[in-house]
């Protein structure tokens, strides 16, 4: 079985500094991953994926995450934050099919 | 093309009481998931369907959890005699398949009962 652990439940940053938002895994096999971002009363919107095929995964928003065996991470990171980047993000495994949420990751930016 | 819709997105249902959302996934995903989300929490997995086939309802929390998909399209997920615990933001996706393929979210029907 996956499983993940978001080591920051609260992430502030200032407007147009990096940022960085960090989640380590736990898997026996190479593992199926997912970062999601949910806004305020939003539904959940995928972020980008990792399965294997490259190790780094660019997605939507100038997002992108990095899949490191060794370290056993996939961290997300950004290199400019936006006002809008404020919401929660959740770092997924897909176990099965199922996806497996954990408390995900609240991120402030500041103006 | 459209995106996964849900409704109602707000239901206000007395204690008791029966209650069915809806669910309207992308048009050609064959796959499709409820999740539940109570306040301030990660959504958690409900159940699974590949077309009309209920495959997975481990994640329903008791026998007043009922889902259905009969044609394979459209998915209700009704709820019987309503608990407060009950009250979360449901949550509906859809994908191409079963396994890796990134799961589509609707924006959830949050059920409060009072």
């Known amino acids: 079985a996956q499983s993940v652990t978001q080591l920051d439940s609260h992430v502030s940053v200032s407007e147009g500094t990096p940022v960085l938002l960090r989640c380590n895994y736990s898997?026996?096999?190479?593992?199926?991953l997912f970062w999601y971002v949910q806004h305020p009363n939003k539904g959940l919107q995928l972020l980008l994926k990792y399965t294997s095929a490259a190790t780094l995964v660019k997605g939507i928003n100038g997002f992108e995450a990095e899949f490191k065996k060794s370290e056993t991470s996939f961290h997300l990171t950004k290199p400019s934050a936006h006002m809008s980047d404020a919401a929660e993000y959740f770092c997924v495994p897909n176990q099965g099919g199922k996806l497996i949420f954990g408390q995900g990751t609240e991120l402030s930016v500041k103006p | 093309g459209a995106g996964v819709s849900q409704s109602p997105r707000y239901k206000v249902a007395k204690r008791g009481q029966d209650v069915a959302l809806r669910c309207d996934p992308i048009s050609g995903h064959v796959s499709l998931f409820w999740y539940q989300q109570a306040l301030g929490q990660g959504p958690e997995f409900l159940t699974y369907?590949?077309?009309?086939?209920?495959?997975?309802k481990s994640g329903l929390p008791s026998d007043r959890f009922f889902a259905e998909r009969p044609e394979g399209s459209v998915s209700t997920l009704k709820i019987q005699r309503t608990q407060q615990e009950d009250s979360a933001v449901y949550l509906c996706?859809?994908?191409?398949?079963?396994?890796?393929?990134?799961?589509?979210f609707g924006p959830g029907t949050r059920l409060t009962v009072t």
């Open positions: 369907f590949q077309n009309e086939a209920q495959l997975d």
């Open positions: 996706a859809s994908s191409l398949g079963w396994g890796d393929y990134e799961q589509y």
């Open positions: 898997s026996s096999y190479s593992p199926s």
